[in-house]
């Protein structure tokens, strides 16, 4: 059955894995990865455009669907190797969540909807997915 994910990192981050067509989730790990199926879909917010700043983009970044392949390494240099999956991106155009708090089931009556995404990953309804991607196109 397929999923939906949402994942967190910034802006920038998101703007990497877009162009080399894959994904990273919380700094490298391999579990989160490893809990997605070909064919599930994965949506990226990003809170922030660069890493550890406080520039509050709050918005959708990417939106695609997991590829075929089994979750993998790549060397980043400097010792970093973190696990990946890759990804048939649709779009990477920027969407505020501003703008669809109350009709997302993950935020809609929520004032503390962020509280969850701490964690980098959450599965997110299909209606939710659908909603940001027709946002995004």
Known sequence: M??????????????????????????GKRAPLARMKSGD??????????FMKKDRLMAFTAIGYIKEGEVYQFDMGDGFVPFRRDVRWLSNCKCPISNMLDTLEFTSGNKNWGYQLRFGILEISGHDFLSILNKMK
Request: with cysteine; aromatic share 20%; glycine share 12%.
């Open 2 to 27: 397929m999923k939906y994910w949402l994942a967190v990192a910034c802006g920038e981050h998101v703007e990497y894995g877009y162009t080399g067509h894959f994904m990273q989730v919380c700094h």
């Open 41 to 50: 879909g994965i949506v990226y917010y990003s809170p922030s455009m660069k």
